[in-house]
T-cell receptor, first 114, second 116 residues
Framework: NAGVTQTPKFRVLKTGQSMTLLCAQD?????MYWYRQDPGMGLRLIHY???????AKGEVPDGYNVSRLKKQNFLLGLESAAPSQTSVYFC?????????????FGEGSRLTVL | DAKTTQPPSMDCAEGRAANLPCNHS???????VYWYRQIHSQGPQYIIH???NNETNEMASLIITEDRKSSTLILPHATLRDTAVYYC?????????????????FGKGTKLSVKP
């Protein structure tokens, strides 16, 4: 009963390094989302996907890229990490079939950029 | 999607009912009220949703006023594990949280502290 799984859970990067966060869901959901959360703030949408092979920009997309090559996976990439990207990143998914669009979240990935 | 207003923080005694208010005076007729919570450092968790009738599930009850301009989430017997930030959201039901509305979805919520 995995739901939404994010890897890695913690990562420390140096400025300019690159990395990829992986989000995997086993609920056959069509929609997937990447959010970031900074201290004292709510969640802000980075990028999202409405289906395999599609991606779209959210509120704060700059400095990030995403890919959805498989329906169950949504990757978030940082090509050249900056200290401003220090944050907690959450992946979420939801489906078309049934329900009212409740979001299912992963446990988060804590990224520190030095 | 309509905006919501929630108090930034509330306290509740353990074992008592926690009543979390939310104002959504500009809610549209086809918009639902959703509640999520986020326990420290964890991903947000869906709690309940409703349109106009009161709703109850194993986690909480949702009371929506007749004019639908406000609602209250009720945790009937709060425990220490209910300490979390609670988010009230109003939106048209469905899976698309993207587009220009994405940034309106999760505000700062109400930080509920359940005290022994």
């Amino acid at each position: 009963n995995a739901g939404v799984t994010q890897t890695p859970k913690f990562r420390v990067l140096k400025t300019g390094q690159s990395m990829t966060l992986l989000c995997a869901q086993d609920m056959n959901h069509e929609y997937m989302y990447w959010y970031r959360q900074d201290p004292g703030m709510g969640l802000r949408l980075i990028h999202y996907s409405v289906g395999e092979g599609t991606t779209a920009k959210g509120e704060v997309p700059d400095g990030y890229n995403v890919s959805r090559l498989k329906k169950q996976n949504f990757l978030l990439g940082l090509e050249s990490a900056a200290p401003s990207q220090t944050s907690v990143y959450f992946c979420a998914s939801t489906g078309l079939a049934g329900g009212y669009g409740e979001l299912f979240f992963g446990e988060g990935s804590r990224l520190t950029v030095l | 999607d309509a905006k919501t207003t929630q108090p930034p923080s509330m306290d509740c005694a353990e074992g008592r009912a926690a009543n979390l208010p939310c104002n959504h005076s500009t809610i549209s007729g086809n918009e639902y009220v959703y509640w999520y919570r986020q326990i420290h450092s964890q991903g947000p968790q869906y709690i309940i949703h409703g349109l106009k009738n009161n709703e109850t599930n194993e986690m909480a009850s949702l009371i929506i006023t007749e004019d639908r301009k406000s609602s209250t989430l009720i945790l009937p017997h709060a425990t220490l594990r209910d300490t979390a930030v609670y988010y009230c959201i109003v939106r048209v039901p469905g899976p698309n949280y993207g587009g220009s509305q994405g940034n309106l979805i999760f505000g700062k919520g109400t930080k509920l502290s359940v005290k022994p």
